[in-house]
């Protein structure tokens, strides 16, 4: 039987004092990139196009600026400039967003006064995600198997996993990795398991070289599989921890975790939540509907035996919905 741990609190730092204004032409991209991070408790503001947005930083400076490339009149390129020519908006940070197929230039982002573009990936990352979240799929494991397979992508990890927690065990749900050694259904004592340390400690986790860590190279499963980096969080349904989302190398990671990546990592394991979340609901309103429809048929049932006058009149929209035999013979 499931008994998950209770979810954690919500941070004490108020990230909702952040701004962030968003400018794309795009609505779909506007839509998805402020659900997101207002998810993430930032405060959002969007404009549709240059013009807008050089308006809306005159009203109420952001924090940030999240600004696409390539829209009509006004392009990046031109807000940005516009915006660092301004004493007044000068020193508001710009992070261009732009996607795979779009090629930046990259000396001209800066000499505009663009902030670091290494953020293009985290944009990139974004339009993953936002492909996930429109997918249609036949069924759970499809779905998991394409998150797995794109957070692999994104996040430069060979392998990924989607457990939940069974009393004190560990179930494996799905996996796309490179060990022969994991397999679907895999069961272990959920301490035995790095995926613990996210689940308990209700955050993500992150190491980069398990070797330099003697404690964790002592958890039988990440030592029987050699594992060297590791990332993971824990899946919140319904309030409460169910499992885990995790994705793991057996090489170190020379480059670290990045904060942004962190980020795509927590988004992801929202999303697989919520889907759990909403089959439950369907569960349950399943159960509900069999167990309303049997209970009328019983009492159904016990009617036809009433040797008496006996009727179901509903007020709204005023019909007799039951009458039992004897009435009809009256």
């Known amino acids: 039987m499931l008994r998950p741990v209770p979810a954690p609190s919500a941070p004490d ?3 909702a004092d952040v701004t962030l204004l968003i400018v794309d032409d795009c609505l779909e991209n506007l839509r998805f990139l402020a659900q997101t991070l207002t998810g993430q408790r930032y405060g959002v503001r969007c404009a549709r196009s240059g013009t807008m947005a050089l308006m809306a930083v005159k009203t109420t400076q952001p924090d940030l600026i999240l600004l696409d490339i390539r829209m009509p009149e006004m392009d990046g390129y031109e807000v940005c400039q516009r915006l660092k020519a301004d004493p007044s908006t000068e020193t508001i940070p710009i992070i261009f967003l732009s996607t795979l197929d779009e090629a930046i230039d990259k000396v001209r982002a800066l000499a505009v006064g663009a902030a670091d573009h290494l953020l293009n990936h985290f944009s990139q990352s974004l339009k993953q995600l936002h492909r996930l979240s429109l ?5 759970f494991d499809a779905l998991l198997a394409d998150y797995l397979n794109t957070g692999c992508q994104v996040l430069g990890f060979t392998g990924g996993l989607v457990g939940k927690v069974d009393n004190a065990d560990f179930v494996v749900q799905a996996m796309v990795a490179c060990l022969p050694e994991l397999g679907l259904d895999l069961r272990c004592p959920l301490d035995d398991t790095l995926c613990s340390l996210a689940i308990r400690q209700q955050q993500t986790v992150s190491f980069t070289d398990i070797g330099t860590r003697p404690d964790l190279g002592r958890r039988p499963l990440p030592r029987a599989l050699r594992l060297k980096s590791y990332l993971g969080t824990p899946i919140v349904v319904e309030g409460k921890v169910y499992g885990s989302l995790c994705f793991f190398d057996p090489a170190a990671r020379s480059q ?6 962190k980020e795509i990592i927590e988004l992801m394991a929202q999303s697989i ?7 439950w609901l369907e569960q349950r309103r399943q159960r509900a509907k069999t167990a309303l429809r ?3 048929e019983k009492f159904r049932q016990l009617a036809e035996y009433i040797d008496s006058v006996f009727w179901i009149y509903d007020l709204q929209p005023q019909r007799f919905s039951y009458v039992s035999p004897a009435y009809e013979s009256i």
């Open 135 to 139: 997918a249609q799929f036949d069924s």
């Open 13 to 15: 730092c108020a990230a």
């Open 273 to 279: 939540g919520k889907v759990i979340s909403t089959n």
């Open 256 to 261: 670290g975790v990045h904060q942004h990546e």
């Open 294 to 296: 049997q209970s009328e």
